[in-house]
Every structure is written in C-alpha cells, then in structure tokens.
C-alpha cells in the first residue's frame, strides 16, 4: 500500500521528500550541534581570529582531544550545512592538513559573537528542563487545562518560574538569556524607535529582571527615572540601583509603582490571555491619562506577516509553540487588538515593526 501510494512520484521527489522527513525527525540534532558550538566557544573564538579559522585553529581553540577532531569535523560540517558557518575547501583557501578548508561565520552566527549578543538564550532553550517538557506534549494535549496546567507543569508538577526560584542553574540561565535578549534587542529600538521613549519623566519596566533593558533606556535618556519591578527572587539581595535606575521587588498581577509609561519587554507573550488583561489592567492603573502623556510600551512579536517567507514563517510558528511551554502565546495583530480593548485601553494603539515580527508597541488609556 505504501509503495503504491508513492508510485506517481519522481525519484527527485522522493529523495526530497526523505530529506524533509529527516529534517524534522533529527531537528534536534541541529539544536545540540549549535549548544555544543557555543558551549566550546567556537564561534567566539573564529570571531577573535577575525571570523574565520581551519578546523585545526577551531580545535585548538576549543581544546578538543586530538582523537576527536574528526568529530569535530562533522559538528562543523552539519553546522556549516545549516547557515550557522560557510566553508571553502580546496587549494589556495587557506586549507590545513586536514583538507577541511576555512570555516566563516554566517550573518546568523553572528548573533553569537561581539559584547552585544545572543548566545546566552541558547544554553537556557536547549536546557534539560526546557527540551525535556515537550514529551509531555501529547498527554498535555489531551488533558484538562484546569488539571495539567501548562506544558511545563504537566512534566514537572511545577510552573517554570517556580523551578527557577528554587533552582539556582535554570534561573541563572534564564537570567543571562533575558538580560541578552534585552540588551541586543534595545539597542536596535533606541536606534530604530527612540522616540517613544522622548518627553517621559519615569518608566516602569515590568518583569525586567537585573536591568539590562532599562540600562540602555537610562544611558540613551539619562533624564527618565526608571523603575524595575520583578519577583524578589529575581531581583535578588545584590542587585541594587544605579543612578536614575531603581529596583523594586514586587508582584505584577498585583500593583505597579506609578510613572509616565510602563514598559512591558517580551512579557505579555508569557501569559494568557485573561492574564494578560489583568497585567494590563495593573498597568493602566500605573500611569495618568493619555493626555498627561500616559501610555503602555509592549515589546513583543506580532506574528502572521512572513508573506511567504519559510524561514521568518517557521520562526514564528516554531517560537508560539515554544511559549505552550509556559502557556503564552505569540499574538496576530487582532489578537493583541482584543486584549488591549478587554483591559480598557483606546483602540487606536500604534504597531511600529523593528525586525520582521518583533515590534513596539504602543497603547494609551
């Protein structure tokens, strides 16, 4: 029955059909070969190098036992495969002993290297914790909300950000990838939107974490007082504020410290949407009226706009799957539209893209 179903098509087409069955299967695999680059430090150390480096400079770098070069060859060939690196082999490339030729960065990987990247999100996505809920995917889909809870706790009995307050290794890693994300990410706004942050007196950066989102605000806008709120746990006793930057230990669902705006960075993708509607709800709260120059700041995907564009419409697909994890959601336009009216925000909010779907926007009351 098999073979007849496949009897109409062409061996080229079947071959490419294997290959995209095998691309899926051993997805992972892609996964792990980039969290061992970047646990190795290659892509740092071709960056030193000046980007590029033969696999005999990449194992000395990375301090690879002599016996596993050849494995080391085969990371590198999977990750040159797919657009992490390029690779030129023959005569006249610069080749080493080894015939492997010159490994370079690709413009992806070069979101890996530099003081402004984002290579701490990959230890805390490919972690244990994270990878290991999604076998629980399955029962997840086939239960109760109400008794499973998100994908996370139905493999844990526990949400993440409880794992994280006890455990020291999953809230380090997450920590260090927000504060990467926010950092990169902020930059690029300042540049691209600064203007949404001219005029305000003070800000409130919502589950902000050690502040690095509202260090880049504070030294771009050194006349904003800005205020981080965020659990205790992630605060911590060490953290302390830093000229107009202040730390404030606190719970979002329940109050937030009043101030012009209220800065919500990749949060409301975390929740659902009834929770969503109460963040907003405490938000609106915070700030005066729209004419005193009150508004909310969201920075977050707006999904649904790739336009035929596979990558940018698997990265999308692939990241709102990966916030069932934690029961959010990445949003279309109508769906944040519907959140923003449920919490009593004015309907003529401001969508501003930055990069493709990470947008900024604003919503005023």
Request: charged letters at 20%; one cysteine or more; proline letters at 4%.
């Amino acid at each position: 029955m098999a073979l007849r179903l496949l009897a109409d098509v062409s061996p080229q087409d079947l071959l490419v059909a294997l290959a995209e069955l095998h691309s899926h299967v051993l997805g992972y695999v892609k996964s792990m070969a980039l969290k061992c680059a970047v646990d190795l430090g290659i892509p740092e150390a071709m960056h030193r190098r000046g980007g590029a480096a033969t696999l005999t400079d990449i194992a000395t770098d990375a301090a690879v036992h002599p016996a596993k070069v050849g494995d080391l060859r085969r990371l590198m060939e999977l990750l040159s495969t797919t657009g992490m690196f390029t690779v030129a082999n023959g005569e006249g490339t610069g080749a080493d002993d080894s015939g492997a030729g010159v490994y370079k960065l690709t413009t992806a990987c070069r979101f890996l290297v530099g003081s402004l990247n984002l290579s701490p999100m990959v230890p805390f996505l490919v972690s244990p914790p994270v990878v290991s809920s999604f076998f629980s995917m399955c029962d997840w889909l086939r239960s109760e909300p109400a008794v499973t809870g998100s994908l996370f706790e139905q493999a844990y009995g526990c949400s993440q950000w409880e794992m994280a307050s006890s455990n020291a290794t999953l809230n380090r890693i997450l920590n260090d990838s927000m504060v990467a994300d926010s950092k990169l990410f902020l930059e690029v706004i300042i540049l691209d939107k600064g203007r949404v942050f001219r005029g305000l007196s003070s800000l409130v950066d919502v589950g902000g974490g050690h502040g690095a989102a509202t260090q880049v605000i504070a030294t771009a806008f050194p006349r904003i007082k800005c205020t981080v709120l965020d659990l205790p746990h992630v605060i911590g006793q060490d953290v302390t504020g830093d000229g107009n930057v202040n730390f404030v230990a606190g719970n979002m669902f329940e109050s937030i410290p009043p101030a012009n705006a209220v800065l919500l960075k990749n949060i409301l993708h975390d929740w659902g949407d009834e929770d969503c509607i109460k963040i907003l709800q405490r938000c609106k709260e915070a700030i005066p009226a729209r004419n005193a120059g009150g508004k909310v700041i969201i920075i977050d995907m707006v999904i649904g706009s790739a336009q035929g564009n596979r990558k940018i419409g698997e990265m999308e697909a692939s990241q709102n799957m990966f916030m069932m994890c934690i029961n959010g959601m990445e949003r279309r336009e109508d769906e944040w539209r519907k959140i923003f009216s449920d919490a009593g925000f004015s309907d003529d909010y401001k969508i501003m893209p930055v990069l493709g779907p990470y947008s900024v926007i604003e919503i005023y009351p």
